[in-house]
């Protein structure tokens, strides 16, 4: 897939290990993780929790730039200027940075096939844990206000399919690419997600 860069010795072991350190992350009850259309209400079937660096923004902009963790300076900062620095990228702002951490569920997904933003923006995926729960990208570049179902996008084909692995980091440069993950089936899946243009 064109403009993605995976790298799995790019972090440092202390980096993985202050963003993983679940003893002194607080993590919070999140239970729309994933949702599905039965009738015509959303039904959730899945639990996750997580700890937000940066609240989601206004895809305006409208929202003034917030940062709910000292994570985000001590860590997450220094990681994203190192890799935009290297990898060539630019960026003026943060749009969404947190950590998540899901369970097995009788899902097909975690959450439905989704972009995270409605303007161009880059995604940075940080996998904090080895673990099953692979992340998915379709063919799709947008997602259509009809398709309200997972199993919709499945004609559209896998373009990518990325397996979790301790301190590896994706990078996508389109973040309008449509994409999920799978849900792992044992233990959990951790990774710390941030968007940004």
């Not at 790019?10 to 993590?27: C, K, R």
Request: hydrophobic residues 35%; contains cysteine.
């Amino acid at each position: 897939m064109e403009g993605v860069i995976l790298d799995d010795q790019f972090l440092t072991e202390e980096e993985i290990d202050i963003l993983s350190n679940w003893g002194t992350i607080p993590l919070f009850l999140h239970s729309s993780g994933n949702s599905y259309k039965k009738g015509r209400e959303y039904a959730y079937d899945s639990i996750n929790l997580h700890h937000t660096l940066v609240p989601r923004r206004d895809d305006g902009g409208g929202d003034p730039f917030e940062v709910t963790s000292s994570l985000y300076y001590d860590v997450l900062l220094p990681i994203l200027d190192r890799f935009c620095a290297t990898a060539g990228v630019e960026y003026s702002e943060v749009l969404r940075c947190a950590i998540n951490i899901t369970f097995p569920t009788n899902s097909k997904y975690i959450v439905d096939p989704h972009t995270d933003h409605a303007v161009p923006h880059h995604l940075l995926i940080i996998y904090l844990n080895a673990s099953d729960g692979n992340t998915v990208f379709f063919k799709r570049k947008t997602l259509d206000q009809t398709l309200l179902k997972s199993e919709d996008l499945e004609e559209e084909g896998v373009l990518l399919e990325i397996p979790p692995v301790r301190g590896r980091i994706v990078a996508i440069e389109d973040g309008s690419t449509v994409h999920t993950a799978k849900p792992c089936t044992e233990g959990y899946r951790a990774v710390l997600v941030t968007t940004f243009r």
